[in-house]
C-alpha cells in the first residue's frame, strides 16, 4: 500500500519517520509527473520543493499556522497532502483543483496567488494582524530566488525588518525563476552556496563532529553546528538580510528532509524577522525536467518516459513573434528585446541565441522592464519589450510616466492577451485594451493572424512617432493564410467582407471567430459588414462614421472586459458623431472567469464561432 493513500492531512504527515517522509517524497514526485504529463502544469518548480513542503507542514501546525506561497506554481506537493489527493487528477480542469493556491479549495490555501513578489508583503500583514488580534498564529512565506528580486518582495522586507514582527520568509533557491534567474541578487545568491571556501568550512565543520567524545551526544552536535555557523558568517554575505533587520539562516540543503526538519524547529522557536536560505534543485526527481528546467517550467502534456511534448501543435502568435524580431534585428542593429524572466514563455529564445548581447532578461520585474526600455528608446535603440497581458498591468505606471508621457518609441508586445486557459483567473489577460487605451500617446494594435502581427511588429519597430503596443492572444488563430496581406496603416482598419444587415467590428483574433460566425449567418439569410479594426487606438473614425452612415446597428466585439474597451470607445464615437446608428458591444462581463480549455471559456463567455453567430442573430433581427 502506497503511504500515499493514508494521507488526508498533514497531521497523518506529522505522525510519520523520517524514512516514511523520504518514501512519501518519492511518491508525491511520482503523482506530480503522471498527473501533469496528462494534464500539463507547472512541473519543475513543484518537483523541486517537495521536501520543504514536507517539512513546513510537519513543524508548522497547519492550518492555524499559514504557509502563503509566492505566486504559488509551487504548491502542487501542498495540495496533495492537505486533502486533495483524490481529486489531483483533476488539476488544471474544467471543474478541477487549480494550478495555483484557491482559497475557496481549501482552508489550508491562505491565499490565492498566481503572481510573483507579493507573498512577504501579504504574510507581514497577516502576522501584524494576529498579533493585534492577539492570535499566536505563525506566517511563512515562501519566496523563490527569482521573486525575491521584486520590488514589492524588497519593500516588504524593508518593512518587515522596521517592525521586528515575527515572520518566517523561506528562500527557495534553486538558481531559477521560470528561466534562470538574472541579476545581482541572482550572483549573490549563488555565490553564497557555491563559495569553495563556505563549502570547505562546512565539510570541515561536520568532520570535527567525528573527533568529539561519543559520550557528548547531543552536546557534539550542538558544539559543531556552533562551530559551522561561526565559520560560516565568517564567509557567507548574509550581511544583506541582517541589515535589513532578519536573522538570516542557511544554506541549509532543499532536499535534505533531516536537515530541514532539524532547521524549522529551530526556527520556530525564535522571534522577530527570520530568513531561512534553502538550496532546492528544480525538476528534482524527474531527468527531463532537470535537464531542461525552463521547459519543464510550465508544460503541456507530455510523455513521461521522453518529457517530450505530445502536440507540437501549428502556428502561433509566439513562435511568429520570435521569428519576426530575429528578421527585424538582422536588418536593423538598433532592435532589442527585453523579458522579465519569461524569455521562452514569449518566444525570444531564438532571438537570445542569434543575438545574445541584445536580449535583456531583466528578471521577474515588469515594471522595471518598461522603464528599462525607456531608457534605450532615449539612447536612439527601439526597444520591444514582451510581456504577458496579465503581467504588465504590474508595469502601467511606468507604461503613462516614463514611456508615454515622453513619447517615446518603446514596442509592448503584450503577449496571453484574452483568456489563457487551464491558468486561470490570475493569467487571464482581459484587462489590457481597457488599461492600454486609456493612456494618451499609446498606439494600441490587435493582429487578427500571424501573419497581421508581422506586419504589425514591423511597422510598430519603424514608428518613429510614439509607443505602441500589440495585443495577441496565446495559441494560433488556426486560419488559412491570407494572400495580399493589406499593409499596416496608422489609424486605418480593413474591411473583410460587405453585407446589408448590420455591421460587425471584431478586434484582433475575434476578426477570425467572427468571419466563421458570418458565414454561419449566410446561411441563415444574414449578410453582414465585417471589419477587422487592427487598431483599438487611434480608431478609424472616417470608416466607422461612414458605416454608421449605412447600417442601422454595428456590433463591436472583442475577448476583453466591455468596461472601457474597444466597444466603449467606438459608442463614444458615434454618440459624439449624433448619428442615429445603434451600437451594441459583446466582450467579456464583468466577472473573474474561471480555469479551463481555452475553446471552452470562449464558448461560455458566448465567443466561439457559434454563439457569436446566435448571439449577432438575435441583435440583428432585433434591429431589422
Given at each position: 500500500?502506497a503511504l500515499?493513500?493514508?494521507?488526508h492531512s498533514?497531521a497523518?504527515?506529522?505522525?510519520?519517520?523520517?524514512?516514511?517522509l523520504?518514501k512519501?517524497?518519492?511518491?508525491?514526485?511520482?503523482l506530480?509527473v503522471?498527473?501533469?504529463?496528462?494534464?500539463?502544469?507547472?512541473?519543475?518548480?513543484s518537483?523541486g520543493?517537495?521536501?520543504?513542503t514536507?517539512?513546513?507542514h510537519c513543524?508548522y501546525?497547519?492550518?492555524k499556522?499559514?504557509?502563503?506561497?509566492?505566486?504559488g506554481h509551487?504548491?502542487y506537493?501542498?495540495?496533495?497532502?492537505?486533502?486533495r489527493?483524490d481529486?489531483?487528477?483533476?488539476?488544471?480542469l474544467?471543474?478541477?483543483i487549480?494550478g495555483f493556491p484557491?482559497k475557496?479549495?481549501s482552508?489550508?490555501?491562505?491565499?490565492d496567488?498566481?503572481?510573483?513578489?507579493d507573498?512577504?508583503?501579504?504574510a507581514?500583514?497577516s502576522?501584524v494582524?494576529?498579533?493585534?488580534?492577539?492570535?499566536s498564529?505563525?506566517?511563512?512565506?515562501?519566496v523563490?530566488d527569482?521573486?525575491?528580486?521584486a520590488?514589492?518582495?524588497?519593500e516588504?522586507l524593508?518593512?518587515?525588518?522596521?517592525?521586528?514582527?515575527?515572520l518566517?520568509?523561506?528562500?527557495?533557491d534553486n538558481e531559477?525563476?521560470?528561466?534562470?534567474?538574472?541579476?545581482?541578487m541572482?550572483?549573490?545568491?549563488?555565490r553564497?552556496?557555491?563559495?569553495?571556501?563556505?563549502?570547505?568550512l562546512?565539510a570541515?565543520a561536520?568532520n570535527?563532529?567525528g573527533?568529539l567524545?561519543e559520550?557528548?551526544?547531543?552536546?557534539?552536535r550542538?558544539a559543531a553546528?556552533?562551530?559551522?555557523e561561526g565559520?560560516?558568517?565568517?564567509?557567507v554575505?548574509s550581511?544583506?538580510?541582517?541589515?535589513?533587520g532578519?536573522?538570516?539562516?542557511?544554506?541549509v540543503d532543499?532536499?535534505n528532509?533531516?536537515?530541514?526538519l532539524?532547521?524549522?524547529k529551530?526556527?520556530?522557536?525564535l522571534h522577530?524577522?527570520?530568513?531561512v536560505?534553502?538550496v532546492t534543485r528544480?525538476?528534482k526527481?524527474y531527468?527531463p525536467?532537470m535537464?531542461?528546467?525552463e521547459?519543464?517550467h510550465?508544460?503541456?502534456?507530455f510523455?513521461?518516459?521522453?518529457g517530450?511534448?505530445l502536440s507540437s501543435?501549428?502556428?502561433?502568435?509566439?513562435?511568429?513573434f520570435?521569428a519576426k524580431?530575429?528578421?527585424l534585428?538582422?536588418?536593423?542593429e538598433?532592435?532589442?528585446a527585453?523579458t522579465?524572466?519569461?524569455c521562452?514563455?514569449?518566444g525570444?529564445?531564438p532571438?537570445?541565441e542569434k543575438f545574445?548581447?541584445?536580449?535583456f532578461?531583466v528578471?521577474?520585474?515588469?515594471?522595471?522592464?518598461?522603464a528599462?526600455?525607456a531608457g534605450?528608446?532615449?539612447s536612439?535603440?527601439?526597444?520591444?519589450v514582451?510581456v504577458y497581458?496579465?503581467?504588465l498591468?504590474?508595469g502601467?505606471?511606468?507604461v503613462?510616466?516614463?514611456?508615454?508621457?515622453?513619447k517615446l518609441?518603446?514596442?509592448?508586445?503584450v503577449?496571453?492577451?484574452?483568456?489563457?486557459?487551464?491558468?486561470?483567473?490570475?493569467?487571464?489577460?482581459?484587462?489590457d485594451?481597457?488599461?492600454l487605451?486609456?493612456?494618451p500617446g499609446?498606439?494600441?494594435m490587435?493582429?487578427?493572424?500571424?501573419a497581421?502581427?508581422?506586419?504589425m511588429?514591423e511597422f510598430?519597430?519603424g514608428?518613429?512617432?510614439?509607443?505602441?503596443?500589440?495585443?495577441?492572444p496565446?495559441g494560433g488563430?488556426e486560419?488559412p493564410p491570407?494572400s495580399g496581406?493589406?499593409?499596416?496603416?496608422?489609424?486605418?482598419?480593413?474591411?473583410?467582407?460587405?453585407?446589408?444587415n448590420?455591421?460587425?467590428?471584431?478586434?484582433g483574433?475575434?476578426?477570425c471567430?467572427?468571419?466563421?460566425?458570418?458565414d454561419?449567418?449566410k446561411?441563415?439569410?444574414?449578410s453582414?459588414?465585417?471589419?477587422?479594426?487592427?487598431?483599438?487606438?487611434?480608431l478609424?473614425d472616417?470608416?466607422?462614421l461612414s458605416?454608421a452612415?449605412?447600417?442601422?446597428?454595428?456590433?463591436?466585439?472583442e475577448?476583453?472586459?466591455?468596461a472601457?474597451g474597444?466597444?466603449?470607445?467606438?459608442c463614444?464615437?458615434?454618440?459624439?458623431?449624433?448619428?442615429s446608428?445603434r451600437?451594441?458591444?459583446?466582450g467579456l462581463?464583468d466577472r473573474?472567469y474561471?480555469?479551463?480549455?481555452r475553446s471552452?471559456?470562449?464558448?461560455?463567455?458566448g465567443?466561439?464561432?457559434q454563439?457569436?453567430?446566435?448571439?449577432?442573430?438575435?441583435?440583428?433581427t432585433?434591429?431589422?
Amino acid at each position: 500500500m502506497a503511504l500515499l493513500d493514508g494521507v488526508h492531512s498533514p497531521a497523518d504527515v506529522r505522525r510519520m519517520s523520517l524514512a516514511e517522509l523520504q518514501k512519501l517524497a518519492t511518491e508525491i514526485r511520482e503523482l506530480i509527473v503522471k498527473t501533469t504529463a496528462k494534464n500539463g502544469g507547472h512541473t519543475a518548480p513543484s518537483l523541486g520543493v517537495v521536501e520543504l513542503t514536507l517539512a513546513l507542514h510537519c513543524v508548522y501546525d497547519t492550518p492555524k499556522d499559514q504557509i502563503i506561497w509566492d505566486v504559488g506554481h509551487q504548491c502542487y506537493a501542498h495540495k496533495i497532502i492537505t486533502g486533495r489527493r483524490d481529486r489531483f487528477d483533476t488539476l488544471r480542469l474544467k471543474g478541477g483543483i487549480s494550478g495555483f493556491p484557491k482559497k475557496s479549495e481549501s482552508e489550508f490555501d491562505t491565499h490565492d496567488t498566481g503572481h510573483s513578489g507579493d507573498s512577504i508583503g501579504v504574510a507581514l500583514g497577516s502576522a501584524v494582524g494576529d498579533r493585534l488580534r492577539g492570535s499566536s498564529r505563525r506566517s511563512i512565506a515562501v519566496v523563490g530566488d527569482g521573486s525575491i528580486a521584486a520590488g514589492m518582495a524588497f519593500e516588504a522586507l524593508n518593512s518587515a525588518g522596521c517592525l521586528k514582527q515575527d515572520l518566517v520568509v523561506v528562500l527557495n533557491d534553486n538558481e531559477m525563476s521560470i528561466a534562470r534567474s538574472t541579476g545581482a541578487m541572482a550572483g549573490y545568491l549563488n555565490r553564497m552556496i557555491t563559495g569553495k571556501m563556505y563549502n570547505r568550512l562546512r565539510a570541515d565543520a561536520w568532520n570535527l563532529l567525528g573527533l568529539l567524545p561519543e559520550d557528548l551526544g547531543g552536546k557534539s552536535r550542538v558544539a559543531a553546528r556552533k562551530l559551522q555557523e561561526g565559520l560560516k558568517n565568517l564567509v557567507v554575505p548574509s550581511i544583506l538580510f541582517e541589515e535589513l533587520g532578519f536573522r538570516y539562516i542557511g544554506p541549509v540543503d532543499g532536499h535534505n528532509l533531516a536537515e530541514l526538519l532539524d532547521t524549522f524547529k529551530r526556527v520556530r522557536q525564535l522571534h522577530g524577522p527570520v530568513l531561512v536560505h534553502v538550496v532546492t534543485r528544480k525538476g528534482k526527481g524527474y531527468e527531463p525536467a532537470m535537464r531542461h528546467p525552463e521547459v519543464f517550467h510550465g508544460t503541456g502534456p507530455f510523455d513521461v518516459d521522453t518529457g517530450r511534448p505530445l502536440s507540437s501543435g501549428g502556428p502561433t502568435f509566439t513562435g511568429t513573434f520570435g521569428a519576426k524580431m530575429v528578421e527585424l534585428a538582422g536588418r536593423d542593429e538598433r532592435v532589442v528585446a527585453i523579458t522579465a524572466g519569461m524569455c521562452l514563455g514569449t518566444g525570444l529564445l531564438p532571438f537570445r541565441e542569434k543575438f545574445p548581447n541584445r536580449l535583456f532578461d531583466v528578471g521577474i520585474c515588469e515594471q522595471h522592464a518598461v522603464a528599462f526600455g525607456a531608457g534605450l528608446a532615449i539612447s536612439g535603440l527601439r526597444p520591444v519589450v514582451a510581456v504577458y497581458s496579465t503581467f504588465l498591468a504590474r508595469g502601467l505606471d511606468q507604461v503613462i510616466q516614463d514611456v508615454c508621457l515622453q513619447k517615446l518609441p518603446v514596442v509592448l508586445a503584450v503577449d496571453r492577451g484574452g483568456l489563457v486557459g487551464e491558468d486561470g483567473p490570475t493569467h487571464h489577460g482581459v484587462f489590457d485594451l481597457s488599461y492600454l487605451g486609456m493612456v494618451p500617446g499609446l498606439t494600441v494594435m490587435a493582429p487578427m493572424d500571424e501573419a497581421e502581427l508581422a506586419a504589425m511588429l514591423e511597422f510598430s519597430v519603424g514608428h518613429a512617432g510614439g509607443p505602441t503596443a500589440i495585443r495577441y492572444p496565446r495559441g494560433g488563430s488556426e486560419s488559412p493564410p491570407r494572400s495580399g496581406l493589406v499593409p499596416v496603416e496608422l489609424g486605418k482598419a480593413e474591411v473583410l467582407r460587405d453585407g446589408d444587415n448590420g455591421c460587425v467590428l471584431a478586434v484582433g483574433y475575434m476578426s477570425c471567430v467572427a468571419s466563421r460566425a458570418a458565414d454561419m449567418l449566410k446561411d441563415r439569410g444574414l449578410s453582414v459588414t465585417l471589419v477587422n479594426p487592427r487598431f483599438v487606438k487611434p480608431l478609424d473614425d472616417g470608416l466607422i462614421l461612414s458605416l454608421a452612415d449605412r447600417h442601422r446597428v454595428i456590433v463591436t466585439v472583442e475577448e476583453n472586459v466591455l468596461a472601457g474597451g474597444f466597444g466603449s470607445a467606438v459608442c463614444e464615437l458615434v454618440e459624439r458623431s449624433g448619428k442615429s446608428c445603434r451600437v451594441t458591444s459583446v466582450g467579456l462581463e464583468d466577472r473573474f472567469y474561471e480555469q479551463g480549455p481555452r475553446s471552452w471559456l470562449l464558448d461560455q463567455a458566448g465567443l466561439s464561432p457559434q454563439k457569436l453567430a446566435d448571439r449577432l442573430q438575435q441583435i440583428l433581427t432585433h434591429h431589422a
